[in-house]
């Protein structure tokens, strides 16, 4: 015979009065497609640090950008920064990048389903 077995219990402790807590992370965009996206727009007003997932089923390639709308940014490193660019299906990291205050589009281009979440983490006090 088998002995079942009990699973231990799970404790939580809550944190202590006045300890210090995480702000919460919110969400600024949340995208899914299938193909390519070219128009997801959003504005920053100061310096700001976007946490970036993904999760892409593309059969060629796969490509997440996030493109600086002012004109004397094109074609610089602070322009386009590519999150992602890979050939088939990939699991992603969370991205975490400090982005200037701008106007900025997401760029897609698959030839598969995708979804993409852009969340603001606060910044550490």
């Known amino acids: 015979t088998t002995a079942a077995t009990t699973p ?15 702000p919460p992370i919110s969400l600024l965009l949340n995208l899914a497609g299938a193909g390519n996206l070219t128009r997801a727009v ?3 007003t100061e310096p700001t640090t976007l946490r970036v997932t993904w999760e892409q089923a593309s059969q060629t390639e796969f490509t997440l950008n996030i493109v600086n709308q002012d004109p004397a940014l094109q074609n610089t490193e ?11 299906p990939s699991p992603s990291l969370p991205v975490e990048y400090t982005f200037d205050p701008g106007e900025y589009v997401v760029e897609v281009r698959a030839d598969g389903p995708w979804t993409v979440r852009v969340e603001i983490v606060p910044p550490q006090e």
């Open 42 to 44: 959003f504005r920053l």
């Open 8 to 22: 231990a219990p799970t404790v939580f402790f809550p944190p202590a009065a006045g300890a210090p807590t995480a």
């Open 78 to 88: 602070s322009g386009v920064i590519t999150l992602e660019s890979v050939s088939g």
